[in-house]
């Protein structure tokens, strides 16, 4: 009989969490408070004829676009399960992937078998589009979009990448800044506006923000609106006093802007922890993932976001403003979180060097 254990912020979330999975016709093996401090349940399903039949988990999913699996990207299960464990992939997330397929076996037998051992890759992705982490930010969202997130999480340059992004497309775009306090924000605010040839509105307090807001909604005609935030450390409430009275200023104003949670992949898991449980508790929903490409366990990151209940909303893995934003889905999400991270170049060639 597979275990599994359901995490929560409090007993009600973990059983909702556990009835949303797998079902209420289930076995509690036990409750406890992990390390983290997170209401735990472990169970396991009722294996019956009803049971089989219910689909209390999702056992399919459409996929009428179906990606072509490249051979490079061919893995059998033990091969994909091996290479997300060396990514840094929790543990108790894995486990419910690898529930997830015994349940697809068990559901349909016949046609598990007839296909080849080595799609696992597929059938992760299959598995990441049924548990809805992807949210893709729109190239021209319809609402401002303020960047939240810790110091060096790469926030402007987001900022200024999501307004490239919309030029692209043939949007007009306003590029605004709060964070007119730290030492050379500023500048390189007006510089990466100047260098895409965009207006940059510089707002020091709640006051100038209120301002803005008064004038944003009198404007018939809305360009794009991308608004970067004064770094947040969730350690300093001067900080986090700091992000709320504008997040509050906002509300009072009814100004419909969605905050989204930007967060480095280099930053480790405990923290990265933190950070996402403490937005998230603020109604920040979504995540934007920078420097995967230079992160040695981007897995490690991603599930905590995950486990935190963000989504993630894009994932940048190129210094370059107009690279690394492609578009994300389960897919392309499943091959980044498998991608193969050898030893650092200089390493490699460290003999060549001599």
């Known amino acids: 009989m597979a275990t599994h254990i359901f995490r929560g912020k409090d007993k009600d979330e973990a059983y909702r969490d556990l009835y949303a999975m797998v079902g209420q016709d289930v076995f509690i093996i036990r409750e406890f408070t992990d390390a983290a401090g997170l209401y735990c349940i472990e169970a396991a399903p009722k294996i019956t004829a009803a049971s089989r039949s219910e689909n209390a988990i999702p056992q399919t999913v459409a996929t009428p676009n179906r990606p072509l699996v490249e051979p490079a990207d061919r893995y059998t299960i033990s091969q994909l399960l091996s290479q997300l464990r060396h990514a840094g992939f929790a543990e108790p997330t894995l486990r419910q992937f690898i529930y997830w397929m015994k ?24 598995y990441l589009d049924i548990q809805k982490v992807i ?30 992004r919309a030029l692209m497309q043939g949007e007009d775009v306003d590029f605004v800044t709060l964070d007119c306090v730290r030492t050379g924000a500023v500048e390189q605010s007006r510089s990466l506006s100047k260098f895409l040839e965009i207006n940059l509105a510089e707002i020091a307090d709640v006051g100038q923000f209120i301002n803005w807001m008064n004038k944003y909604n009198k404007d018939i005609n809305q360009n794009i609106t991308f608004i970067d935030s004064l770094s947040t450390n969730i350690y300093d409430m001067e900080d986090m006093r700091w992000l709320l009275d504008y997040m509050e200023a906002a509300e009072q104003n009814d100004m ?86 050898g ?10 060097l001599k």
Not at 140 to 163: D, E, F, M, N, Y
Not at 272 to 290: E, H, Q
Not at 343 to 352: C, D, K, R
């Open 103 to 126: 349940r697809q076996n068990e559901q349909d037998p016949e046609v598990n078998k007839n296909q080849p051992k080595d799609i696992a890759l597929q059938k992760f992705a299959e």
């Open 135 to 164: 949210a893709p930010l729109a190239e021209a969202p319809q609402k401002p979009i303020l960047l939240v997130g810790p110091p060096g999480s790469g926030k402007t340059v987001t900022t200024a990448r999501l307004c490239a």
């Open 256 to 341: 419909e802007i969605e905050p989204i949670l930007v967060i480095s992949a280099t930053t480790d898991a405990t923290t990265i922890g933190d950070y996402a449980t403490t937005f998230k508790s603020m109604g920040i929903n979504r995540v934007i993932l920078t420097c995967w490409d230079i992160a040695s366990k981007p897995a490690a990151t991603f599930s905590a976001l995950i486990d935190s209940g963000l989504q993630i909303a894009m994932i940048s893995d190129s210094p370059y403003l107009t690279g690394g934003s492609e578009k994300l889905d389960a897919f392309s999400l499943a091959k980044k979180l498998a991608a193969k991270k």
């Open 343 to 352: 030893m650092p170049a200089w390493l490699e060639q460290i003999g060549q």
